[in-house]
């Protein structure tokens, strides 16, 4: 079955930088076919849906966190990784990996993600 194992979150002070590994197993085809993203959750607000990365490499953030974070991922490693420059108290909450539905299948909304992992803790102090 699918699994996503994320790693690499803790505690740093602002403006230090983190980052993230998400490990995938699993998939009925090549992980490269699959759209991966990172999303994040912190007490009391919404989800925010941080950064995707399609399967041709394109990518996508959110406003809060342009030229700060940078998505990638290793094909040949099945991994999805978030680099977190610059870190602000406000980044504080738990970081989840997710992949789209289907092999194929476009980031096009938090709705075509249908498998999480189990998250990584991120807390900045100030």
């Known amino acids: 079955q699918v699994q996503l194992v994320e790693s690499g979150g803790g505690s740093v002070q602002a403006g230090g930088s983190l980052r993230l590994s998400c490990a995938a197993s699993?998939?009925?085809?090549?992980?490269?076919?699959?759209?991966m993203g990172w999303f994040r959750q912190a007490p009391e607000k919404g989800r925010e849906d941080v950064a995707t990365?399609?399967?041709?490499?394109?990518?996508n953030y959110a406003d809060s966190v342009k030229g700060r974070f940078t998505i990638s991922r290793d094909n040949a490693k099945d991994t999805l990784y978030l680099q977190m420059n610059s870190l602000k108290p406000e980044d504080t909450a738990m970081y989840y990996c997710?992949?789209?539905?289907?092999?194929?299948?476009?980031?096009?909304?938090?709705?075509?993600?249908?498998?999480w992992g189990q998250g990584t803790q991120v807390t900045v102090s100030s």
């Open positions: 990365i399609d399967s041709d490499g394109s990518t």
């Open positions: 699993g998939f009925a085809y090549s992980y490269s076919r699959y759209c």
């Open positions: 997710g992949r789209v539905r289907y092999a194929g299948a476009k980031c096009r909304s938090y709705s075509d993600f249908g498998y």
